[in-house]
Nanobody, 115 residues
Framework: QVQFVESGGGLVQPGGSLRLSCVVS????????MAWYRQAPGEERALVAWISDTGRNTKYSDSVKGRFTISRENAKNTMYLQMNSLKPEDTAVYYC????????WGQGTQVIVSS
């Protein structure tokens, strides 16, 4: 059974930082391009960043470029999202998921940026 377990979210003030983690099981993690998505209240889920299977290539949405960093440790089946200079508009539930996959999504981790 494929599982995605996200953690590390929380309440943070504007300008603060958080590091999200995602542990994946049930698949060969190193075979997949992985991504972070987020869904804000009342909005559709949106792609935030993705990272190639080896970790050598990354790409970010314009809204987070220069503030967020995606990384992965294939030996630990784990992916990360370092989020710096957080803004209220970053408030959302964050999910990890392979690009183009059709498995069930995880529960996500809630990030709230507020003073």
């Amino acid at each position: 059974q494929v599982q995605f377990v996200e953690s590390g979210g929380g309440l943070v003030q504007p300008g603060g930082s958080l590091r999200l983690s995602c542990v994946v099981s049930g698949l060969t993690f190193s075979d997949f391009i992985m991504a972070w998505y987020r869904q804000a209240p009342g909005e559709e889920r949106a792609l935030v960043a993705w990272i190639s299977d080896t970790g050598r290539n990354t790409k970010y949405s314009d809204s987070v470029k220069g503030r967020f960093t995606i990384s992965r440790e294939n030996a630990k089946n784990t992916m990360y999202l370092q989020m710096n200079s957080l803004k209220p508009e970053d408030t959302a539930v964050y999910y990890c998921y392979p690009l183009g996959a059709t498995w069930n999504w995880g529960q996500g981790t809630q990030v709230i940026v507020s003073s």
